[in-house]
């Protein structure tokens, strides 16, 4: 996932959006969908569907790189499950990213006290020079201290930047974390760093799991090697470094880009009866890093919108609109399969109801935001009345953003909401080789099934729409 | 560590022990002893010398696998940090052990599901060949499953044991899962196995951390690769087998005995004014499993007794007896350490006067057993006293065994204590990548410091011993 902290900017310019399309005449639930919806969430709530298909998921395929052995399984896996559980049409569409391979990966600090260290590459990290790459470290503990640092100090180094997040419920300090991991790597390799190294982008202190990630490097020709090191390793360096002596590190990356890849976001619809053409965009990304199983991230996403299609599959009609649960390629290494499905769907955005993707773990969603047209305020409300006994709170100040790579679709002026997962231990285990199974609470996992499968009901059935229209909402401020 | 359930049997015997003795005049503490013994108790409560010993070995050592690169370094720190810390003497004595080498290991599953898995080889397995060795799977719920198994079944196959422990405080479900890792690779081996996968040894079910640790192989030509999953691997492996097709594991182990190796254990003694030829023995070991730091294991330990040693020499004058902190060369691969001692040490016996070991982690005592003499009772309802106020319950009906490595020498007849730290969290972290200084928390080190100090200082004063003389509780079902 990616998240950047809200600003209060956003929330002001939030309100704004929309306001030209004020006098519209109010769109609002019928209360027989309302009824439907509360059934669906009710059932939802007990149902385990949303929990197999991730346990399906993760222990038939297990870790999703993309482009790697298991992205085409990945893929026929998901067009699989979609038929199982009973999709109207099934299909793909082919998204094309560079292949960025990791082979094998070792540190461990040279002097003054020679010992291992957990290290993991960063995508489109270049490899080291075959045996490896010994320079000095010099540490910051920024991205500004970095970028405020004379060049001369920096160059044929290995910069170590050990910026700490700390846990909160919105996650917000990956804001610090993957500023540091995308834009830190490619500032190093301008100052003539020799490699890169960061604190982890995560919050699991005694865990010597790195997490890895994307960097900021799109041309080969300017990446160096990058990795993060686990948060006790960090700790560990910073001691060393403590000594006051000089500390050299080796590092040992095989890995690198070694060409492009076809892959496919796989999709899945529930057509609608009355307005097939009409779209409810919701899902998740069905790549994952590769050190881990991609429970969390974002495995129980593609769970949680295939199991809330599965709930509204099992109702004795279609819903007026159609459903679309897309399972998207690449979001990890730069939003591949969001940005290819809003270039492709671009024209179609005024049918692209209201939307939303699942990208910030498997536990409760606590709360909804909402970036629609002011005269569809009042159908959010009415969604926010169906989820609130489950436990998620509306804040009507904030802009919905549509998730991760359904951003896309919302900067091109989709309606969408934000629905806001606990997030509090999502970076202990996010992009590191704990993004496995065990994770997962399959109860608090039915209830963001019982959310999804209420709202996008509701929109399907929603008399009037939610304002999507090219470039509705463009400075709402919101970042996912 | 190694520890063993205590039986009843064990504490019925206990009580026996030294019943022949009865009539001894009863050893006491003076009370001028117990008033210096509750001072520095108290001091050492707020003090930080143990931490700073355990972060200045981790540190500055890191990992130190008995025979490995850091096992002369770790040598070297240990008689430094002795000799700076003020002791009267140091000095090592060498202990020979096989000298076993891990290079590099990995596991996958090849069918049906490809993915990696998380593993470590166990100490003395065999390496696979070149290459790996891939064979199918076969599952056993216990070590007592596997013995009852038709050898047929196992022939050229992985034998997989998923046997489960359970957090208690006094760690007493690693008896399951230390018999599973010593006896289950050497029962595989001679029902015609291709290799022992077992589920760690350990308790952190959230973590992709296997535990390492010693196999029952001392014949290199009987051993056969052996390895830990970690307990996600394990859950997810043993998913995989829930489908009920044939699964198929590559093995890539490059580890085996190359040779032997001469360390030692190190030395460090506060010569006694009065009986400096009586020996009050406390220590840790200085070996470490080498994917973590060995923090917990056993830096603490050998931090404990270093830094109850530097509490008494901070006494205006030395105590009566000698106190002998010995830092155990080689605990993990076999007590070779302590049996060295024990073996070189046989004959002065009695004049040891009370010993233990600390090897159980950082965490708080809790609990002091002892097995002395019965006139020697009063006397460690003395030194109970002492040590009450900061946490630590004596318990009369079990025997005490001296720790792991000073185990051997209460086998010849040393009176011992044992001082049982709390080991919820202990195999959360024990053997594993997570064995690191954050695990330690300095105030809980420190009550351990306090209660070494204040119980060493004590019997090093005693007016009389406390029954060591040969075999003298040999028959007390003390377990370490």
Same mark, same amino acid.
């Given at each position: ?31 027989s ?43 026929d ?8 559980? $009973?999709?109207? !049409? ?6 094309t990213?560079?292949?960025w ?11 003054? @006290?020679?010992q ?14 075959k ?7 010099v ?27 700390a ?10 974390g993957s500023?540091v ?8 390799? !301008? ?9 982890s ?10 997490h ?6 799109r041309?080969?020709?300017e990446?160096?090697?990058a ?37 496919a976001?796989? /999709? ?27 429970a ?5 996403g593609?769970? /949680?919108a ?29 939003l ?7 270039? #492709?769907h671009?024209?179609?955005?005024? #049918? ?7 990208? @910030?773990?498997?536990r ?6 909402a970036s629609?047209?002011?005269s ?8 926010? #009345? ?5 436990g ?5 100040q ?6 991760s ?6 900067a #091109?002026?989709?309606?969408?909401l934000t ?20 994770k ?26 939610? $304002? ?9 401020g919101?970042?996912?």
């Amino acid at each position: 996932m990616r998240r950047l902290p809200l600003t209060l900017l956003a929330a002001s310019l939030a309100l704004a959006a929309g306001a030209s399309s004020a006098a519209d005449k109010a769109t609002t639930i019928p209360q027989s969908a309302v009824k439907t919806a509360e059934q669906l969430r009710d059932k939802a709530m007990g149902d385990d569907t949303g929990y197999k298909i991730v346990e399906s998921l993760t222990t038939e395929v297990g870790p999703r790189i993309a482009g790697g052995p298991n992205d085409q399984r990945g893929r026929d896996w998901a067009v699989a499950k979609f038929k199982e559980l $009973g999709y109207d !049409k099934v299909y793909t569409e082919t998204v094309t990213y560079p292949l960025w391979e990791r082979r094998s990966e070792h540190a461990a600090i040279v002097g003054p @006290f020679p010992q291992p260290l957990a290290v993991i590459a960063l995508g489109y990290s270049a490899g080291t020079p075959k045996g490896g790459l010994t320079a000095e470290v010099v540490k910051f503990d920024s991205l500004d201290a970095l970028k405020k640092a004379d060049p001369a100090s920096v160059k044929g180094k290995i910069v170590f930047v050990n910026a700490k997040m700390a846990r909160h419920r919105d996650g917000h300090d990956y804001g610090i974390g993957s500023a540091v991991r995308t834009g830190g790597p490619v500032l190093a390799s !301008k100052m003539g760093a020799a490699a890169f190294l960061l604190r982890s982008a995560g919050t699991d202190e005694h865990s010597r799991t790195p997490h890895t990630g994307v960097t900021g490097f799109r041309d080969p020709k300017e990446a160096i090697p990058a990795a993060a090191l686990s948060l006790p390793d960090a700790d560990q360096l910073d001691r060393v470094l403590g000594y006051g002596k000089p500390v050299s590190i080796k590092l040992d990356l095989d890995c690198g880009i070694t060409g492009t890849y076809t892959g496919a976001n796989v /999709i899945g619809e529930i057509t609608g009866k009355k307005y097939p053409d009409q779209i409810v965009p919701i899902g998740g990304h069905l790549d994952s890093w590769d050190p881990g199983t991609g429970a969390i991230d974002d495995g129980a996403g593609v769970a /949680i919108a295939m199991a809330a299609g599965k709930m509204i599959l099992s109702l004795p009609q279609r819903p007026d609109r159609t459903i679309r649960v897309i399972a998207f390629a690449n979001e990890e290494m730069g939003l591949f399969g969001g940005r290819a499905y809003a270039d #492709k769907h671009a024209s179609e955005v005024s #049918k692209h109801q209201l939307g939303t993707e699942s990208d @910030f773990g498997a536990r409760k969603i606590w709360r909804m935001t909402a970036s629609v047209k002011p005269s569809a305020r009042g159908a959010i409300e009415q969604i926010a #009345k169906v989820i609130e006994p489950v436990g998620v709170a509306y804040d009507p100040q904030h802009p919905g953003g549509g998730g991760s790579d359904l951003s896309q679709m919302h900067a #091109k002026g989709m309606a969408a909401l934000t629905l806001t997962q606990d997030g509090t231990d999502y970076f202990d285990y996010h992009h590191t080789a704990n993004d496995t199974l065990d994770k997962i609470d399959p109860r608090e996992l039915a209830q963001n099934v019982a959310v999804y499968a209420a709202f996008s009901y509701m929109a399907a059935q929603a008399d009037g729409d939610f $304002g999507s229209a090219p470039d509705a909402f463009k400075n709402d401020g919101a970042r996912d």
